[in-house]
Antibody, heavy 121, light 108 residues
């Protein structure tokens, strides 16, 4: 069974860069059957898709965040990462990593437990 | 961007009752690439349904999805105590991938 685990600092200063890593176990990230994704959820609010990455390195971003976001993958470590720069209080959220199959089953079928990130002024 | 509108915002029901949740899209969702998730407090969302009507692995048959085009429904045939949660729909046919605002199913 695949397992995803987010890691990174829980507190980031405004205007700085938020960096998170998702470690995948129970399966290889170097697998063309899946995309690897980041999703966030501000406190008490709904879900927002941030970005996807394919094992080949192809990336897909939410236009609302594209100018500030970079997603990357390290197949040797079975990890993928998120960088979000110039953060503000609006970026305070629970950040989840998730797996997204290709094709008809291409919703988010496995999720990490999430990591809470707060932006301080 | 496809905007998903879920209704009602809150559904107050008793255990054993039937729940009907709606998700309406601002434009047609191609190939019925529409999923439903359940989220409980302090937990990550859990995939219930994909492709509008296919249950995910391990999901009981009390959960069923239906619909096509712009109108989709999640039905819980008989509410169990553990089914009281927030439910989200999500489309994956068009980028950016988007979620609905959620429906909270609470105990009446």
């Amino acid at each position: 069974q695949v397992h995803l685990q987010e890691s990174g600092p829980g507190l980031v200063k405004a205007s700085e860069t938020l960096s998170l890593t998702c470690t995948v176990s129970g399966g290889s990230i170097n697998n063309g059957a899946y995309y690897w994704s980041w999703i966030r959820q501000p406190p008490g609010k709904g879900l927002e898709w941030i970005a996807n990455i394919y094992y080949s390195g192809n990336t897909y971003y939410n236009p609302s965040l594209k100018s500030r976001v970079t997603i990357s993958i390290d197949t040797s470590k079975n990890q993928f990462s998120l960088n979000l720069n110039s953060v503000t209080a609006a970026d305070t959220a629970m950040y989840y990593c998730a797996r997204k199959p290709t094709g008809v089953a291409g919703s988010f079928d496995y999720w990490g437990q999430g990591t809470q990130v707060a932006v301080s002024s | 961007e496809i905007v998903l509108t879920q209704s009602p915002g809150t559904l107050s029901l008793s255990p054993g009752e039937r729940a009907t949740l709606s998700c309406r899209a601002s434009q047609s969702v191609s190939n019925n690439y529409l999923a439903w998730y359940q989220q409980k407090p302090g937990q990550a969302p859990r995939l219930l349904v994909y492709g509008a009507s296919s249950r995910a692995t391990g999901i009981p048959d009390s959960f069923s999805g239906s619909g096509s085009g712009t109108d989709f429904t999640l039905t819980i045939s008989r509410l169990e105590p553990e089914d009281f949660a927030v439910y989200y729909c999500q489309q994956y046919s068009t980028s950016p991938l988007t979620f609905g605002g959620g429906t909270k199913v609470e105990i009446k």
